[in-house]
């Protein structure tokens, strides 16, 4: 049966646009995973991460700080002046009760009495107020306000990892060992986001497309090996199908002659090992006879 090589490419794209700042290895390099390929310029990137770093360290302070309460000199001020309220409220209850004594013997008018019980009175409302902002000092800020700020920092902290997200993309790898079938672009020039800017092609991803005729369809079956002679090679290749069309087509273009054209056939695919597939390139032209018809058997 006659077919080709084919190859299944990965385009290395980033997400994000920019300027091709350093393009790291040029057609026919073989790259491991993990190896820089290309990085596009990241100035706005650097800024954003470093402006999501400083918001986080804002926030994280807003909730320490809440957390804490108020500062020791704070505190010893509230209590300076509660102290100094009770003094008072002390001493206006001597007066109220001297207050009340000398009217009680008509030896002072009764709006003496009146005012001593009002100051009194006033004394004591500090103190309560006094307590009660201590109290509060203590215990830190309102568990709304902690709540809020708790959620501020969980804010920044995502903005922390998306900038450092966006910044990464901005250098792409290579995803498994390949070989650099292109490059799409020039160092310096524009990358829309999203667009490839090499093309890799693993060894794994090379394969043998093959057609057969709808008559020799029960001839083939998942898992079965095949032998595959290409020009320039002294003996076939051995392979193994891993996929049959389900619908027929007509014999393709590209492997038309006097004897196939126009026949109904159903494509065929079938790999190889990686060691043999790294050796192969797409678009070469093949010869291909069934070895074997048992599933499940690994090429040789």
Known sequence: YQGYLEGEFIYAAAPLAGNLQILHVKRGDVVKEGDLLFTLDATLEIAAKAESLQRLREAQARWED?????????????????????????LSSIELQRASELVAVKAAPSDQLDRARLTHQQNEQVVIELEHRLESARLGGREGMIAAAAAAVDGAQARVKAAAWNLDQKTQRAPSEAR??????????????????????????????????EGDLQRVQ???????????????LTGQINYIATAPEFTPPVIYNRENRAKLVFMVEGNFDPEIAGTLHPGQPADVRLADHSPGKSPQ
């Open 222 to 236: 998942l898992g079965g090996l095949i032998e595959v002679a290409i020009s320039g090679r002294d003996k076939p």
């Open 180 to 213: 650099v079938h292109d490059t799409l672009y020039l160092e310096g020039e524009w990358v829309p986001p999203g667009r490839p800017a090499v093309m890799l092609l693993p060894p794994q991803n090379i394969k043998i497309r093959f057609f057969i005729p």
């Open 66 to 90: 809440l957390n804490e309460g108020q500062r020791p000199s704070e505190l010893a001020a509230l209590e300076a002046s509660l102290e100094k309220a009770r003094k008072a409220s002390e």
